[in-house]
């Protein structure tokens, strides 16, 4: 197998612990299941749909595939043209995905949003997992690819940085390598919020989910600085244990499926799609047949996960 096609195979894995967590975190979000928060082993009925963080991260891992980096205005594209309105996309990626369907660049609607200051929200980290599993063990080609495929929607110097602190620890994750992962976190994110939220993890390491949420953000702001460290540190607390990191990041409430996506993309860029339990991967919603069938196995799992 050439080192491309293991890369693809190592992105995959990261894309199918992403989509599950994605999935599995966003029906807690139906009145039915919140009696489940309370039963650490309870599953939700199948299936399990996934949301706009799949749709999003399918179309950056099939550009990847194709063109063997992220080509920004490629990945615009994809966006705009298999954008599905039913995924739950928030509102200001809604008008933004609809302007690039109209024909808008990307660089010029990207920055027009929230007053030219452009987006700081999760959206770009949500996605970007299966990028820095497609390079693993290169932290600083993930830091850079990751900064590409944000600007596409996140102009925002936190809404990039919360990609490239996402990209960077699935890479880490992926060259099986478990040591110093928050600090290699560190050493590639941009000064800011989203970094001095990182560095606020590296020191409660040791407290409880609820602790470190509270310190460090749920999601609930849905803004990169609110979502990303927090993801890091249960990615870092529980690397080897796919059902614990997702676990702990639907326990604390908050942007569930968006903070279980990001931290199931990490951890599943280090255990496989195999580690990822397989009453889950049966449930959730199949991934969409344009990306499978040329995006090469995930080690030793079928192709819908």
Do not use: K
Request: charged share 25%; glycine share 12%; proline share 6%.
């Amino acid at each position: 197998m050439s080192e491309r096609s293991e890369n693809i195979v190592s992105a995959f894995d990261s894309l199918v612990g992403l989509s599950v967590g994605d999935a599995f975190g966003a029906q807690f979000f139906a009145t039915e299941n919140r009696p489940l928060l309370r039963e650490e082993t309870a599953l939700p009925a199948p299936p399990w749909p996934w949301t706009d963080d799949t749709e999003m991260a399918c179309n950056l891992l099939d550009v990847l595939r194709r063109h063997g980096q992220v080509e920004r205005d490629a990945l615009a594209a994809a966006f705009a043209e298999r954008y599905d309105p039913y995924r739950g996309y928030g509102p200001g990626t809604v008008v933004l995905l609809r302007a690039l369907r109209d024909g808008e660049p990307w660089r010029s609607a990207t920055t027009a949003q929230f007053g030219g200051r452009g987006s700081m929200g999760n959206g770009a980290a949500m996605r970007v997992a299966p990028l820095g599993a497609y390079y693993p063990g290169d932290l600083e080609r993930a830091a850079l690819e990751a900064t590409a495929s944000a600007v596409v929607t996140h102009a925002h110097p936190e809404g990039v940085a919360g990609a490239v602190a996402v990209a960077v620890a699935a890479s880490r994750a992926a060259s099986g390598d478990t040591s110093g992962l928050v600090d290699a976190v560190l050493a590639h994110t941009p000064p800011g919020r989203v970094h001095d939220g990182v560095r606020r993890a590296a020191g409660l390491l040791d407290r409880t989910r609820e602790e470190a949420a509270y310190e460090l953000g749920n999601g609930a702001r849905v803004l990169a600085q609110d979502t990303v460290p927090f993801c890091v540190w249960v990615a870092a607390r529980h690397l080897g244990d796919y059902e614990r990191a997702v676990r702990d990041c639907v326990a604390v409430g908050g942007d569930i499926d968006t903070t279980a996506a990001i931290t199931g993309g990490i951890v599943a860029a280090h255990v496989g799609a195999e580690g990822v339990p397989r009453a889950w991967r049966d449930a959730r919603e199949p991934l969409p047949g344009w990306l499978s069938p040329a995006t090469g196995e995930p080690r030793g799992v079928d192709r819908d996960g």
